[in-house]
């Protein structure tokens, strides 16, 4: 169900949403969070999208503050989704002037869920600085998105510049799977040092950096990046130890090939990871990520990427 409410105030989007409650069509208990999304108006349905998928997993109200620089009066239009429209959650859609959303937080604050935790998303370019953003200071926990950013490396030195506890980046999160299995790697015998790590993939993707940042950090060893175009993410991880390298190859963005010394290659699925699963794991936690802060802060200065 969609209810279209032009030219309005939250207090009547609060009280639409009462009513659409008394009815049966929206049902707020259980709703562990609340999310607020920060995006363009074209970039929307895509965000929307994958919060409904989340949703699932994390029950929530949805804020979105749609940003459209073409309007200029001072109008507020919403639209409350509920039911099918909205997978698990509730979704309200903001429609304001730039005037309006520089004071997003007095937008939102009539519409949050009591005693629920605040998460707020920038599905695209990131703010100047999140912690500071007027619904960022509200947050416990601020998700950026790299990758989509008009310039991605240079987006990564400014989330290292202003990191704070609470920050993380779907850049990192697209890495969970790669982390898993270089460790499990690792913890094979024989049980010795790395000497030297090698990251290849996309030039531009933060995830090459943030890996080669990561491993830098927790092996203390010198790491390459090898920068290919034309490759969809993270293609290979060479790992050289004594005994011989452990090299994992995902030349096709599908599936992943494990080499190590004195093993028979393996074959293991490893898909590009979808923008709904990489949100639903970010709202699994809301306690700061601080192995994330750390890679920032000390991994990206040791591969000279700061």
Known sequence: MILDLPDTTTTAVTRALLRLRDEGGAVALGRVLTLVIDAEAGDVEQAVDAANDASREHPCRVLVLARKPSRTTSKLDAQIRVGGDAGA????????????????????????????????????????????????????????????CSDPL???????????????????????????????????????????????????????????????????????????????????????????????????????????????????SMPMRELRECLSEELRRLDPDEVYGEVLVDGLERIGAA
């Open 89 to 148: 959650s509730e979704v309200i859609v903001l429609t304001a002037s730039q005037d309006m959303l520089t004071h997003a937080d007095t937008l939102v604050m009539p519409l949050l869920l009591p005693d629920a935790p605040i998460v707020v998303w920038w599905p695209n370019e990131l703010p100047e600085n999140p912690a500071e953003h007027p619904i960022g200071r509200m947050a416990q926990r601020r998700i950026t998105d790299s990758l989509a």
């Open 154 to 268: 240079k987006s990564l030195r400014r989330l290292r510049a202003d990191h704070v506890a609470g920050d993380t980046d779907l850049a990192w999160t697209r890495l969970t799977v790669w982390r898993g299995l270089l460790a499990a790697s690792l913890d094979q015998p024989p049980h010795e040092p790395v000497v030297h790590a090698e990251v290849s993939g996309h030039d531009t993707h933060p995830s090459v950096v943030l890996l080669a940042a990561w491993l830098a950090h927790a092996l203390r060893c010198p790491v390459d990046i090898v920068r290919q175009e034309g490759v969809q993410g993270i293609t290979k991880v060479v790992l050289d130890r004594a005994s011989g390298p452990i090299v994992i190859e995902r030349p096709d963005g599908r599936t992943a090939t494990l080499l190590q010394p004195g093993q028979p290659l393996r074959h293991t």
